[in-house]
């Protein structure tokens, strides 16, 4: 395997609202920022990836703006997931490690404000038996976190505790959207309350991949990706363990992720209970800083938060303030789809 | 580098047709997945990681399909990417999963690409609405036809040109069992009298809208050795993407088809196209795409790509075969038709096309392009391993 690191990392301030900027609005900041940082052209980057969901922009082949936006002339080598742009970085790993570019600019972004994100979620959901009964987001996190209550690995209290702790980390976020001691509010669906769940916002995120000694060049710390995995479960909740993710524990065996302790983890938990799920399968103790920057709790732009989980963790190396960081992302109505990266610092363990 | 020689050894493909009301989406899938192990003599259980793609979500109302999808796939357990770029989603959906076995992530890994249009109505998905372009740009042909006429302006090309590629790819097609559209009356006449839809293009010279899968089992070395049928080796394989509209963009020939031609020539080593392909799965929604895009990959100077339409070249029998499967013209799930160029690309040069094999076929090229003529994705194949 080819030496791999995130050497640039920028993300929107993540806002309830943004009526007066369209995607690529919203996108092209972020572009500028991590190309400035390392000093790259667009005609520079090998290859391009993006990640985000025509649903969500309500209108078909909605990724030809924002590639437009990226200024594709003369023409680049780029493609596009219609997933969180956590799996366009994992695209571009690929296509770094088959040797047939050595940079990649990967970006994604998601305005979750137009609509009712609630209800564009069911769309995802089996079309036949499921979708038709318009079974939301935050219901199906609820029956996970209900199924956790029984299941005696967690409570109410403890996770009204994720949530405070998730906003108050998120006050050193600048672009964090809910920071500071936020109530944990009434219930939305029960056991789960307003505290427990994302906020709906708007945002976006870009990384740039660099390998070997070009990732030296352009990054005084890189944040080498010592392995990345991803794995999807069954569909139906009712084949599933609710209060498990075996595809994340098999994500985190494949990046290597129990090889050596990480002091860092950024999880891509949009609801205080997925947090308890994650934190079981990735044996994660109260000796790693988990979501530092406040996570999906603070910041939840839809099809950026996965990779913005990538990014924080990097920007923790790139800062020194981690020898080695876990990332992780998820797809999918309770936690169905997962990624595990491990990311740490050139002298982690020189 | 760990660049892994790349092998299809199975593929597997729907009967293509207007309607598939006799199975779910799930089902649809599935029996192209089940044909494609079934032809690499391989179960579920080989399958290292599931790479799919479509076009866009609203042509099902079926928002990130593969996460309902993963059980129809066999991918439970395993890594499963959805990609989406445009109308050449098919053939950068195989370039993905040809990454994974490639970079050596992967040893084996299935791809496949669908559309099951009857579920909505493709015309409008594509009509986006104001303000994001503006009216009367209905469907894709509407936003085609003015390319199409300025090609003609720009090469003299007669107006007959068109019909002719129509009426070779409707013939084609009565070859090719999966094929849509199989009209075993066709004449030229009846292509040449056909309702005008989007001046110059006939109705008879678009594409249709089919419910339809393809599949591929793509593996590295050691996979192919224990293929037992003949293998076809992925030589080049590129996407190129430019935006929409830009000072300078040159719709007739877009310089990002060109491009990606170039870069997967000089992966394969391929000097001179017109020579050293045998065959040619071209992305061709419109008939008098097929002129056009001869002189986009380099097949005919520029100017001269409807001289070897109107000569026979392109045809089933000719030097240079064009769509032997009756291409795009005759068959398109929309998010599949890219995938089935490079299925059938390979089809060709594993000397398995059947009716529709071009006799002694060893490098064929797959084709597939998107959105405003703005992203392409090609592979070439062989039926040798690559040499380097």
């Known amino acids: 395997m080819r030496d791999v690191a995130i050497v640039a990392f920028a993300q929107t301030d993540h806002l309830r609202q943004t009526d007066e900027l369209s995607e690529v609005e919203i996108l092209m900041p972020v572009l500028h920022q991590v190309l400035d940082a390392t000093g790259l052209r667009a005609s520079d980057i090998g290859f391009t990836c993006s990640g985000s969901s025509d649903y969500l922009a309500g209108r078909a082949f909605s990724f030809t703006m924002a590639l437009d936006g990226v200024g594709a002339n003369p023409p680049i080598s780029e493609s596009h997931v219609e997933m969180d742009g956590a799996w366009a970085l994992y695209e571009a790993w690929v296509k770094i490690q088959t040797g047939q570019a050595d940079t990649a600019l990967v970006y994604s972004y998601g305005k979750s404000s137009p609509g009712e994100v609630r209800d564009v979620l069911t769309r995802q959901l089996d079309p036949y ?13 609820a029956l996970q976190a209900q199924a956790l ?41 029960r056991p789960l309350r307003t505290g427990d769940c994302p906020p709906v916002g708007d945002g976006a995120a870009a990384v740039i991949l660099a390998a070997g000694d070009t990732a030296r060049a352009l990054c005084p710390r890189p944040a080498w990706i010592r392995g990345i995995d991803h794995r999807i479960e069954a569909h139906s909740l009712g084949v599933r363990e609710l209060t498990d993710s075996p ?26 209970s997925q947090e308890v799920v994650l934190r079981k399968a990735l044996r994660l103790d109260d000796s790693v800083d988990v979501n530092p920057s406040g996570g999906a709790l603070a910041a939840n732009p839809v099809m950026a938060a996965g990779l913005i989980r990538l990014g924080e963790a990097a920007a923790r190396i790139h800062r020194g303030e981690s020898d080695r960081a876990l990332a992780h992302a998820t797809s999918g109505p309770c936690l169905q789809q997962n990624m595990v990266a491990v990311l740490e610092g050139e002298s982690a363990h020189a | 580098m760990p660049e892994e020689p790349v092998a299809v050894v199975g593929i597997g493909q729907t ?13 649809l899938v599935r029996e192209a997945a089940v044909r494609a192990l079934e032809d690499a003599a391989l179960t579920w259980a080989d399958i290292d990681a599931v790479v799919i793609g479509k076009a866009p979500d609203f042509f099902e109302g079926l928002m990130m399909p593969e996460l309902y999808l993963a059980d129809a796939l066999g991918a439970v357990g395993k890594p499963m990417l959805r990609v989406h770029t445009a109308g ?30 009857s579920e909505s109505n493709a015309m409008w998905g594509l009509s986006l609405p104001i303000p994001f372009q503006q009216p009367l740009l209905a469907g894709a042909g509407g936003f085609f036809a003015p390319h199409v006429r300025a090609y003609m302006r720009r090469t003299g090309a007669p107006d007959t040109v068109g019909s002719l590629v129509a009426y070779k790819d409707r013939r084609n097609a009565l070859k090719n069992p999966y094929a849509h559209i199989h009209d075993p009356d066709i004449t030229l006449e009846k292509v ?8 110059p293009i006939r109705y008879s010279e678009t594409c249709p809208s089919s419910d339809g899968a393809c599949a591929m089992v793509l593996t590295d070395r050691a996979g192919a050795a224990r293929s037992p049928q003949p293998p076809a080796w992925v030589h080049g394989g590129a996407m190129r993407s ?19 031609a170039a870069d997967v020539y000089r992966q394969a080593g391929i000097g001179d196209p017109r020579r050293e392909i045998d065959a040619v799965e071209m992305y061709v929604p419109f008939s008098w795409y097929e002129p056009m895009w001869l002189e986009n990959l380099g097949f005919a100077d520029e100017g001269e790509g409807w001289k070897l339409t109107e000569s026979g070249v392109t045809e089933l029998d000719g030097d240079l075969p064009v769509n032997p499967s ?16 490079f299925a059938e690309a390979a089809l060709q040069v594993r000397g398995q096309a059947g009716e529709h094999q071009v006799a002694g076929a060893r490098k064929a090229l797959g084709h597939a392009y998107g959105g405003g003529a703005q992203f392409f994705s090609m592979w070439l194949v062989g039926a040798e391993p690559p040499s380097s």
């Open chain 1, 129 to 141: 038996y499921v979708g038709p009964l318009w079974p939301d987001s935050v219901a199906l996190a």
């Open chain 2, 88 to 117: 050449s989603v098919g053939g950068s959906t195989a370039l993905v999963a040809a990454n994974l076995v490639s970079a050596r992530v992967h040893r084996t890994v299935l791809t496949l690409a669908f559309e099951k249009q």
């Open chain 2, 15 to 27: 009967k293509h047709v207007a309607a598939r009301r006799d199975v779910s989406i799930a089902g």
């Open chain 2, 192 to 199: 040449r009298s056909a309702p005008m839809l989007w001046d």
């Open chain 1, 149 to 189: 209550i029984d299941a005696g690995d967690t409570d109410e209290t403890a996770l009204a505790a994720i949530a405070h702790r998730s906003r108050v980390a998120a006050a050193d976020n600048p672009h964090a959207q809910l920071k500071g001691a936020v109530p944990a509010g009434d219930y939305v669906v």
């Open chain 2, 242 to 260: 430019e935006p929409t509209l830009f000072a300078g963009k040159d719709f007739v020939s877009p310089r990002a088809g060109r491009d990606c």
């Open chain 1, 247 to 272: 595809s994340t524990r098999l994500a985190a065996t494949r990046a290597g992720a129990f090889e050596r302790p990480v002091d860092t983890a950024e999880l891509h938990a949009p609801f205080t």
């Open chain 2, 326 to 341: 009756g291409g795009v013209l005759s068959t398109n799930p929309i998010g599949a038709s890219g995938m089935i160029r």
